[in-house]
T-cell receptor, first 113, second 111 residues
């Protein structure tokens, strides 16, 4: 089945700096790669997603890149703000399970003011 | 539009007890899923459904049953609760673009 690995597990940056989180996946048939932000005690919230036919997608300060050949994808947050502090999860679709998701282990991002 | 609702919000069970976690959605989505999230970890797929009457196992199905008699409801049953099932449970419904809409979660403790 699909295996998703996420790095780093914790990331501390200064306000205004950029943050990058990386994920690798194993199933070459995966075609959907969302990123979620989860605050303490809350449900995961979709912040951006990308499909396998696209190499990059951007939404204001957030961008995602996908390298299908290497089977890795990354989240880039620019001009970080204290409210960006949360746990971020990457996920990849399960090609043999109705495009349900398998998740990475999460990255705790701390943005210091 | 309530989206995805889950009840209860919190539950404490004793080992061996059974219970049903409720999940409902009002978006007419065919696909629904259950995940569990243990502390400090990502979500793991328990069971999923691609339509009324159709269910299948995910990554961690042991100890859980599901049914899907209507499009709206997708209950998760714990057959005989164990401490290893202490977790936060999220239900989700999925739209045609694969976006998952998560419910608020049920925090379950098994003692």
């Amino acid at each position: 089945g699909e295996n998703v690995e996420q790095h780093p597990s914790t990331l501390s940056v200064q306000e205004g700096d950029s943050a990058v989180i990386k994920c690798t996946y194993s199933d070459s048939a995966s075609n959907y790669f969302p990123w979620y932000k989860q605050e303490l005690g809350k449900r995961p919230q979709l912040i951006i997603d990308i499909r396998s036919n696209v190499g990059e997608k951007k939404d204001q300060r957030i961008a995602v890149t996908l390298n299908k050949t290497a089977k890795h994808f990354s989240l880039h947050i620019t001009e970080t703000q204290p409210e960006d502090s949360a746990v971020y999860f990457c996920a990849a679709s399960l090609s043999n399970a109705g495009n349900m998701l398998t998740f990475g282990g999460g990255t705790r991002l701390m943005v210091k003011p | 539009n309530a989206g995805v609702t889950q009840t209860p919000k919190f539950q404490v069970l004793k080992t061996g007890q059974s219970m049903t976690l409720q999940c409902a959605q009002d978006m007419n989505h065919e696909y629904m899923s259950w995940y569990r999230q243990d502390p400090g970890m990502g979500l793991r797929l328990i069971h999923y459904s691609v339509g009324a009457g159709i269910t299948d196992q995910g990554e961690v199905p042991n100890g859980y049953n599901v049914s899907r008699s209507t499009t709206e409801d997708f209950p998760l049953r714990l057959l005989s609760a164990a401490p290893s099932q202490t977790s936060v449970y999220f239900c989700a419904s999925i739209d045609r673009d694969d976006e998952q809409y998560f419910g608020p979660g049920t925090r379950l403790t098994v003692t």
